[in-house]
């Protein structure tokens, strides 16, 4: 079981930056792969960032560069620095994690934070 909690989300300007930051309540944080997702209004959720419990990274094309995933096993916490940022990151940020050792794959999902960016 995985209870997952974003904090860090609000209103910024173009080129501005935020931090998003994710806590999970969990035994198995060692285990857990965990991701960033986002959802614009009348667009599907979409995949921002993913993180496994070695650190390895993998980001969306559109925010390859401006977007940095990290993760603090000792805290069970994952963060997303996001910087430079555009109208088009408008969206509710979700946080993911799921288990990386199971065969069939069931996804935790946070409650989601909003991220505004607009001048």
């Known amino acids: 079981q995985v209870q997952l909690v974003e904090s860090g989300g609000g209103l910024v300007q173009p080129g501005g930056s935020l931090r998003l930051s994710c806590a999970a309540s969990?035994?198995?944080?060692?285990?857990?792969?965990m991701g960033w997702y986002r959802q614009a209004p009348g667009k599907l959720r979409e995949l921002v960032a993913t993180?496994?419990?070695?650190?390895?990274?993998m980001y969306a094309d559109s925010v390859k560069g401006r977007f940095t995933i990290s993760r603090d096993n000792s805290k069970s916490t994952v963060y997303l620095q996001m910087n430079a940022l555009k109208p088009d990151d408008t969206a509710v940020y979700y946080c993911?994690?799921?288990?990386?050792?199971?065969?069939?794959?069931?996804?935790?999902w946070g409650p989601g934070t909003q991220v505004t960016v607009s001048s």
């Open positions: 993911n994690a799921y288990d990386m050792r199971v065969k069939v794959r069931y996804d935790y």
């Open positions: 993180v496994t419990p070695g650190s390895s990274t």
């Open positions: 969990t035994s198995i944080f060692g285990f857990i792969v």
